[in-house]
């Protein structure tokens, strides 16, 4: 028995009346798979809506994932017929790939392991499946090459193609695509006892004959694996909670393990969003028909973990229908999605939380087809950091009023915190620019707990810091308090809403230098001093006119 849902339907309003949050460096790319030996490429702005660049070479051919990397600066393609992982400067006015990583068969899917500085891809080499990693460390001696694999899993699982990597970097999920509730679990800790292991999961008993995994994505906890799989008239949600090693049941209450039902057919991507409030959000496309009688649907499912109430919200465009919705691809915070349509080409922007359309951008050629992967670029940092709390300036372990839980944070954040040894980490996103302020200030890594950003005129130590509460104070001189959060998901920014701009809020003159922190509340008790406070890493800003 399955939970099969009927769509809501959001329809369009006025696009003044939304409010974009995504800045202008932010930009979407879209690769194809068609005849040729160039398959071509759009690289689209989301919040004006233009064209930026169109290209395509022997390196773009055949994507089949694709992901930007180094906090956006580059842009990572797979290729299935190219054989080959390949990289571009995602900064250049026209991107061009370039192979990084030649293998012997086929690649499906690439993802980034940020704090390893590793790259992950799915190879199908004669013997069957193997996941690959490979040393992204430009430093290292070994950059670009293979430094292990996971096989087996075809032999597990069948014939697989798309796949997913946990947030952490700790866990890939491998589902099989002819989907009978099989899913490979491969552990990609590198200080795992069972690194490059991998589990399976139970099966379901209550899939359909026929029935194809086209997706997976984990949730933003890393705890649940979220599969697409579809058939010819309905698309199927199944969902595995890593915590309890079971399928999510529901419906529970009755003789069998339930899973979300979706009554629009061939459902091709699933993207899950922010975990809110015990709620699963995820949002998917496909290209069906199916007992709803469209062709092409977009939309979010909702699934409430304490009280397993679901619900589908179909999103609809301005005007006309979606057909065949190839490619999905969700904006870095999580508030749009961009998905691929045809007829002509081009890719729907919509509100994640409301469902209203926010923009269509036509592609050059209106004829295109088979545009599968998409993936949507974060404004690139406009910050430098300083001092960090991973023991490269003053270490947090030393802290004169410390005793247990302190601790070194990772490289480049702040010291650890009662939550995440790895600390607070603070970026910079936008252009900092007193007549163009874009600037946004985000803080992650914290308990959910509130938060201030605050400004300052110098590093404080020269650069190293000085102890303060359970971390390091690193921004100083001329103080002024930004703003207040309370984070959700260990995660916040300034600004939000209605908030003045950093440059306004901050009263910030042309070509001056600012540096910003963000102080937490950290009240566990027994965790390192007595305070109850920590913060995280400072950032450096430079301002323009």
Same mark, same amino acid.
């Given at each position: ?6 769509? !809501? ?39 004006? &809506? ?47 790939? %370039? ?9 499906? +899917? ?65 589902? &099989? ?43 933003? !906890? ?27 049941? !529901? ?6 393990? %339930? ?33 709803? +009688? ?45 998905? !691929? ?61 410390? +005793?247990?839980?302190? @601790? ?5 954040? &702040? ?7 790895? @600390? ?81 809020? +901050? ?39």
């Amino acid at each position: 028995m399955n939970r099969q849902l009927a769509s !809501t339907l959001i329809l369009s309003c006025s696009l003044s009346t939304l409010a974009l949050a995504q800045g202008s460096s932010e930009a979407i790319f879209v690769g194809t798979s068609v005849s040729g030996s160039t398959d071509p490429y759009y690289l689209l702005n989301p919040t004006t &809506g233009a064209v930026l660049a169109t290209g395509g070479n022997t390196s773009s051919n055949n994507v089949t994932g694709v992901t930007y990397t180094r906090g956006g600066r580059e842009l990572v393609l797979s290729s299935s017929l190219g054989n080959q992982v390949t990289k571009a400067d995602a900064l250049a006015s026209t991107p061009t790939p %370039n192979v990084l990583t030649p293998f012997p068969a086929a690649t499906y +899917g690439v993802a980034e392991d940020a704090l390893r500085g590793r790259l992950w891809t799915l190879v199908q080499v004669p013997s069957g499946t193997e996941l690959c990693v490979i040393d992204y460390n430009p430093s290292s001696a070994g950059y670009g090459v293979v430094i292990g694999s996971a096989g087996g899993i075809s032999a597990s699982v069948g014939l697989t193609e798309q796949w997913a990597l946990s947030p952490d970097g700790n866990c890939a999920a491998i589902p &099989g695509v002819s989907f009978s509730g099989q899913v490979a679990l491969v552990d990609t800790n590198p200080t795992s006892a069972t690194y490059l292991q991998h589990t399976v999961t139970s099966p379901l008993f209550n899939i359909p004959s026929s029935t194809f995994a086209f997706d997976v994505s984990f949730d933003s !906890t890393g705890r649940f694996v979220v599969v697409c799989a579809s058939n010819a008239t309905d698309t199927l949600f199944p969902i595995w909670d890593r915590q309890t090693n079971t399928w999510v049941d !529901t419906l529970p209450g009755t003789s069998a393990i %339930n899973h979300i039902d979706v009554p629009h057919a061939v459902g091709k991507k699933v993207r899950c969003l922010p975990t809110l409030g015990g709620e699963l959000r995820f949002v998917a496309c496909g290209v069906g028909s199916g007992s709803s +009688g469209v062709n092409g649907w977009t939309g979010r499912i909702n699934y409430n973990l304490s009280t397993s109430a679901v619900s589908f919200t179909r999103f609809l465009p301005t005007s006309g229908v979606l057909t065949l919705c190839d490619g999905l691809s969700v904006s870095p915070d999580g508030s749009q999605l961009a998905v !691929t349509a045809r007829t002509p080409a081009r890719v729907e922007l919509f509100d994640t939380v409301t469902g209203v359309p926010v923009r269509t951008i036509n592609l050059p050629n209106s004829a295109q087809t088979n545009m599968y992967h998409t993936a949507w670029r974060d404004a690139v940092e406009s910050g430098t950091g300083f001092c960090f709390g991973d023991g490269s300036s003053l270490s947090c372990l030393a802290n004169p009023g410390g +005793g247990v839980g302190c @601790g070194d944070g990772a490289p480049g954040h &702040g010291c650890a915190n009662s939550v995440n040894p790895n @600390g607070a980490l603070l970026e910079a996103y936008g252009t900092p620019s007193v007549a163009l302020d874009s600037l946004q200030l985000r803080g992650s890594g914290m308990p959910n707990s509130s938060s201030l950003y605050f400004q300052g005129t110098t590093q404080l130590g020269g650069g190293i810091g000085a102890y303060f509460g359970d971390g390091l104070r690193c921004a100083g001189g001329a103080v002024i308090r930004l703003g207040t959060k309370v984070n959700a998901i260990g995660a916040s920014q300034y600004p939000t809403g209605a908030d003045l701009p950093v440059s306004v809020r +901050g009263a910030v003159p042309p070509g001056s230098v600012r540096t910003y922190q963000v102080w937490y509340r950290n009240a566990a008790s027994g965790f390192c001093t007595s305070s109850t406070f920590n913060l995280s890493n400072g950032v450096s800003v430079t301002w323009y006119p």
